[in-house]
């Protein structure tokens, strides 16, 4: 797990304005949305690891929306757990079997969960399963990530592959990835180096 939490506890002052131009750009998504003009909604994070994304999502939403949180690792929901404490509804759930009603999340984050997986169409299908409209999904921007880890002496003898990143895209085949599987792009961000679409079902 210690690779997935590096980039928040142990990133330096280069690596920190990496991060949070990446929630600054994950804000501006937010905005376009309608989330933030409801009295009350649902909101999920899918692949919430140990809650450090979490609780930055908590500062950009509004009091009354419902933030819930999943992750398959028992191990990162109990670091979660002491993070956030009960401000936040957390469970232990399957990205390809998530226990919520069809069309019930107003609002769902992906962030740097689809390259660990082996099959992600079939997630992408349940995130359109539950989701009202929109999806922020973020991913690693190949090449470009692999270069900047080989560039500081990172995972050299994988060529600057992080451990456990199994799918490998770049901005042009991400978003092919999402309209294939039933989304359209609203808008796409590229905050050095990952790319961030906002998408909304395609009924």
Known sequence: MEQYTQKYT??????GFL???????VKELIALTDINSKAEGNVLEVGCGPGYSTEKLLDMLPE???LKASDIEEE?????????GERVSLSKEDI?????????????????????????????EEIKRVTKQY???????????????????????????????????????????????????????????WTMLLVKKVD
């Open 96 to 124: 390809y079997d998530l226990k919520v009603e069809n069309s019930s999340i107003d609002l769902i984050f992906i962030l740097e969960v689809l390259e660990h997986l082996e099959e992600p169409q079939k997630a992408l």
């Open 135 to 193: 999806a922020i999904v973020a991913v690693p921007r190949e090449p470009i990530w692999r270069m900047l880890n080989m560039v500081r002496f990172k995972y050299l003898k994988d060529f600057g592959n992080t451990p456990g990143h199994i799918q490998h895209w770049s901005s042009i085949s991400f978003k092919k990835l999402l309209k294939n599987n039933g989304f359209r792009i609203v808008s796409a961000k590229y905050p050095l180096p």
């Open 76 to 84: 990162n929901l109990d670091d979660a757990r002491k993070l956030l």
């Open 10 to 15: 142990e990133s330096g002052k280069i690596g």
């Open 64 to 66: 009354d929306i419902n």
């Open 19 to 25: 991060i949070d131009n990446y929630f600054k750009n």
